[in-house]
């Protein structure tokens, strides 16, 4: 009998209505002391329950200990009080549940019947205007849990500072927030969820809370926090003044529920983050694309930027600044102004640049200090120009300004206007275009690059067309040269097709040389006559005025190929012309520097060449000369062949490159002591090619002793000037090269025939018999050096180089 009263009691809420009234209700039912045998009357007839023990200390106990209860109700408590308190509480409506949170239905997917439905729908909460529904029936949630008479949404604004009344999905102003003002905007400012007994009596509050129509008692308010640490609003759950208390046990419910609810919605934001991050790994790899295959201007990468970070963060407008560091200004040439394509796009127009200085204004601001600057109420913000929205006619409420970094320095500043749905700009915003912000610095690095890249090679037309018209032959000269290009009878030397002529005394007749010399070869069609005399000239001014590498000798090394393949069958038409030609320009523009040269002194040509410089370099102004309209002398040939001279000519100009020669040389005499070499098998014939390159390339040392002394003398003057400029940068010549050792030079010269030119003659004689009087020339200029070494080497060496006095 006890056990079902106490159970029927606890079921009416009896229990509940005896821990919660105040201590008149406790007298009036006679209670004297709460535990058996121990008398508590004062104890329990003091208004204050002492705070060591709560309410609800006591009601678990009771719970947990129903036979005290029984003991307690058949001591203490009257029957007629008992019937009453039964009687009342049937008669009145379900406890503390006002009709307004009761009646308010729950959203269709609770009906689901699978929880895991439910919790999918929950999870895909993406939009912002879903999140305040969801805040909505978040409160009711709780609303009924710990059956509050009334609920209330509040929603932060203007950085936490106002506070709006949700209702039926509008905002409506409703306060700042604050201490000693209202239950909710005390806890916006604590950020701690508050339980209040009465709010009556409750001097913190004395705004109380919002209008709700009748008389507020108790209160239990939570800040709805994510772990972003936006505050999304604030949830008001009531008790009317006459009902009961809130207890902590209340409280917990409600952390509960709102806890599981607000980590749905973190997770819903998460999801938003995910689907913003595809989106934003499909716009890196589209700019990408573009940066690196199309090649796109910085025109076009910052309107997808500007796209993109408005619908990001879900903006109405967005302006994007680039920094001049150089002028230290900001500028822009792309506006928004709302409107939109057929497909909803919003459309940047290109407008007339402006520029302002990074001390003005909120984008010079951020330019400055790198900061993110997100104001809340532009009109409260001294920085803000209200004149632009005068003249506009544009409402500007919320602006979010943050800095593009990139290498440690701002080059971009984006600018949002007014936050879609929503109030202001959040954290959660700043975050994700933080993020995005570092692929926003790397897509305008890379189009810059372009940009610089595009501006060079336009720079680089200018220079070549001003190039091509001081190193192209006039007009009028070749005019001049065509009227006569080949030279008379009395006019062609006799060792004119044969290795010992030297050119010096013949410079006014090289042209004509050249011109005469590949018409006896190929015959007087085989070239446009007018083409050829424009490219004969053109090489020679393209050589420069130095001692040694010069029109003369590049005329000497075409002079040595066209010996060595004249009426010769072992090449072809096609290899003969490669071989000619390649040795007519394979030494344009030199400067009198050699490969290392370059390398020591990290010159430009050794940054462009990474090998070869020189030889890669005399390549290049070849093939320009090639190319340009009026010397292109190839022009008769098809696609393919004219690919094939040049990958020819590309291979014979590099193997002039002498540290190329010895792996080349030893190569090659090793198939000829093991009786394998065929020059007819392609590989070893590539290797005879640049074999006789070299040879032609080192002619004067196999020409007549006064040609060799005078041509030494040339070299030395060269090689002299070069180991002056070594030592103004601090650095020690060669021997060959130093100007102090000029008493050694027929030593060198000796050695340099010993240890190159004659293994290099022998071995071309092995392959290309017609070479000999090279071999033979080299062998006799060798003894005339041996000879000046048993006289008096600086005498004699002062007779062919003359020391600089420095």
């Known amino acids: 009998m006890l056990k079902w009263a106490y159970h029927e009691a606890e079921e009416l809420g ?110 895909d909460i993406v939009e912002d205007h879903a999140i305040y529904a969801e805040l909505s029936e978040m409160v009711l949630i709780v609303a009924r849990a710990v059956h509050a008479s009334h609920t209330t949404v509040y929603i932060p604004t203007h950085q936490n500072h106002e506070l709006c009344i ?50 507020v008692g108790s209160v239990i308010c939570i800040p709805v926090i994510l772990p972003s640490d936006d505050i999304i609003g604030v949830l008001e759950v009531t008790r009317e003044q006459s009902k009961f208390s809130f207890a902590k046990g209340d409280l917990q419910t409600a952390h509960a529920l709102v806890s599981w609810m607000t980590a749905c919605l973190h997770e819903s934001d998460m999801k938003r983050n995910l689907n913003t991050q595809s989106k934003l790994n499909d716009f890196l790899l589209e700019t990408s694309r573009e940066i690196f295959d199309e090649m796109n201007c910085v025109d076009t990468v910052v309107q997808k930027i500007m ?81 632009v929205d005068k003249m506009t006619g544009y409402k500007t409420r919320s602006i979010l300004c943050m800095p593009i970094i990139g290498k440690q320095k701002v080059v971009g500043v984006v600018q949002l206007i007014n936050r879609l749905e929503a109030e202001c700009f959040t954290n959660a915003d700043e975050n994700a275009f ?27 037309k200018v220079a070549m067309e001003v190039l091509q018209y001081h190193t192209r032959t006039p007009q009028d000269e070749v005019d001049h040269f065509q009227e006569k290009p080949i030279p008379n009878d009395d006019e062609v030397p006799e060792l004119l097709k044969f290795y010992d002529f030297c050119c010096y005394a013949y410079d006014e ?64 038409r096609f290899d003969k012309m490669a071989f000619t030609i390649s040795g007519l320009c394979h030494d344009i523009d030199h400067r009198g520097y050699n490969n290392a040269f370059f390398q020591k002194l990290h010159l430009p040509l050794a940054n462009l060449y990474s090998t070869s410089v020189m030889e890669q370099h005399h390549y290049r102004q070849t093939v320009t000369i090639l190319q340009t309209e009026g010397t292109d002398i190839f022009s008769f040939m098809t696609a393919g062949d004219y690919k094939e001279m040049l990958e020819q000519i590309r291979h014979n100009i590099l193997a002039t490159d002498l540290a190329l020669y010895f792996a080349n040389q030893k190569t090659l005499s090793g198939y000829i002591k093991d009786g394998t070499f065929d020059i007819e098998i392609p590989h070893m014939r590539t290797h005879a090619k640049a074999l006789m390159m070299t040879g032609a390339d080192l002619c004067a040392c196999a020409k007549p002793w006064a040609t060799q002394q005078e041509t030494t003398k040339n070299l030395y003057d060269e090689f002299y000037f070069q180991g002056d400029e070594e030592k103004r940068h601090g650095l020690t010549p060669i021997p060959m090269m130093d100007r102090n050792r000029f008493d050694e030079l027929p030593k060198q010269q000796i050695g340099f025939i010993d240890f190159i030119c004659r293994p290099l003659y022998q071995t071309l004689t092995d392959i290309l018999p017609r070479t000999m009087p090279l071999l033979a020339g080299v062998d006799e200029n060798r003894s005339h050096w041996a000879d000046l070494v048993e006289q008096e080497a600086t005498s004699v060496s002062k007779m062919i180089v003359s020391p600089k006095n420095d």
């Not at 204050?48 to 129903?66: G, Q, R």
């Not at 009761?102 to 699978?114: E, G, H, N, V, W």
């Not at 306060?175 to 000693?180: A, F, I, M, R, T």
């Not at 912000?437 to 690059?449: D, I, K």
């Open 14 to 123: 009896i229990i509940e209505d005896i821990m919660s009234c105040n201590n008149h209700t406790l007298c009036r039912i006679g209670v004297y002391t709460p535990l058996p045998g121990q008398d508590s009357k004062d104890r329990w007839r003091n208004r204050h329950i002492p705070p060591d023990i709560t309410e609800l200390d006591v009601k678990n106990f009771l719970i947990k200990n129903p036979d005290v209860f029984e003991e307690y109700v058949i001591e203490s408590v009257p029957i007629d009080v008992l019937q009453n308190l039964i009687q009342a509480k049937q008669d009145k409506p379900e406890k503390g549940i006002h009709l307004e949170c009761a009646t308010i239905p729950l959203q269709p997917r609770y009906f689901l019947d699978s929880v895991k439905d439910i919790s999918s729908q929950l999870i």
């Open 166 to 215: 949700l209702r039926n999905g509008k905002l409506t102003p409703y306060g700042p927030s604050g201490l000693k003002t209202t239950v909710a905007a005390h806890a916006v400012i604590e950020r701690k969820s508050l339980l209040v007994d009465d709010i009556q009596f409750d001097h913190r509050f004395p705004k109380g809370i919002g209008p709700v129509g009748y008389s």
């Open 307 to 387: 796209t993109f970070t408005k619908q990001l963060v879900n903006a109405d407008r967005i302006s994007m600044f680039l920094v001049d560091e150089e002028k230290q200004e900001l500028f822009a040439d792309h506006f928004d102004e709302g409107e939109k394509d057929e497909n909803g796009q919003s459309i940047f127009n290109k407008k007339s640049q402006i520029r302002f200085h990074k001390d003005l204004g909120i984008a010079g601001y951020v330019a400055r200090t790198g900061k993110v600057v997100n104001i809340y109420d532009a009109y409260e913000d001294d920085r803000f120009n209200q004149a």
């Open 434 to 460: 933080k993020l995005f912000a570092v692929y926003c610095a790397l897509a305008l690095h890379f189009s810059n690059l372009f940009n610089m890249v595009k501006q060079q090679q336009t720079q680089h």
């Open 509 to 572: 007749y090289l042209p004509k040389y050249v011109v005469y010399l590949l018409h006896d070869m190929f015959g007087t069609d085989s070239f446009d006559l007018e083409k050829l005399c424009r490219f004969t000239l053109t090489v020679r001014k393209n050589y420069r005025p130095v001692t040694y590498h010069n029109w003369q000798h590049g005329f000497h090394v075409f002079h040595s190929l066209w010996c060595m393949v004249n009426d010769d069958e072992t090449f072809s």
